[in-house]
């Protein structure tokens, strides 16, 4: 099953996560799809509940999200 979120409580549940950007060269639009492991995937569900300044409070909620969505 695929499942594009943009909640974090969603994304701790998925088994292959990928941070997908969008930007602008040279006047065209690129899309790239960056697959996540282990610490990126935590820091992208902090950057998902925080916003763009990441702290330590907002990677441990990631991370017990991501580990409470395991068990």
């Known amino acids: 099953m695929l499942c594009i979120?943009?909640?974090p409580q969603?994304?701790?549940y998925a088994d292959l996560h990928f941070k997908v950007e969008k930007k602008v060269e040279?006047?065209?639009t690129v899309t790239s799809a960056v697959p996540l492991a282990n610490d990126d995937?935590?820091?992208e569900v902090a950057r998902m509940l925080g916003g763009i300044k990441?702290?330590?409070t907002t990677l441990e909620?990631?991370?017990e999200m991501i580990a409470?969505?395991?068990r």
């Open 5 to 7: 979120t943009h909640l």
């Open 10 to 12: 969603v994304a701790a």
């Open 26 to 28: 040279s006047g065209r």
């Open 41 to 43: 995937r935590v820091v």
């Open 54 to 56: 990441i702290t330590d």
């Open 61 to 63: 909620h990631a991370r």
């Open 68 to 70: 409470e969505a395991v």
